[in-house]
């Protein structure tokens, strides 16, 4: 599995942005795909996942703004931001559990929340 995240941009506050996340080898060979993301300066951290059986679990911090949904035909995860907050800027990344074990990590894109 290699996982090729797309949808950088720079929004204002309130607005919405939308992430893409394409897992080559198809999201059926992968248990949980996962969004984290790393502001400036701290540590990355976990932000929502959709496991295989379409299971979502989300971050306090971005319940009720953010979600995630799946294009199987297209091996395809998005993550759908909304109100965003000048705190959610930072890199986001995806990462993907395989069936067969390990982790896979996509490379980051940047968000970016200003006025």
């Known amino acids: 599995v290699q996982l090729q995240a797309y949808g950088r941009g720079l929004v204002q506050p309130g607005g919405f942005l939308r992430l893409s996340c394409v897992a080559s080898?198809?999201?059926?060979?992968?248990?949980?795909m996962s969004w984290y993301y790393q502001a400036p300066g701290k540590q990355r951290e976990w932000v929502a996942d959709?496991?295989?059986?379409?299971?979502?679990n989300f971050a306090d911090s971005v319940k009720g703004r953010f979600t995630i949904s799946r294009d199987n035909s297209k091996n395809t995860i998005f993550l759908h931001m909304d109100s965003l907050k000048p705190e959610d800027t930072g890199v986001y990344y995806c990462?993907?559990?395989?069936?067969?074990?390990?982790?896979?990590w996509g490379q980051g894109t940047l968000v970016t929340v200003s006025s």
């Open positions: 990462r993907a559990l395989p069936t067969y074990g390990g982790t896979v």
């Open positions: 080898g198809g999201l059926a060979s992968i248990n949980v």
């Open positions: 959709i496991a295989r059986s379409g299971t979502m």
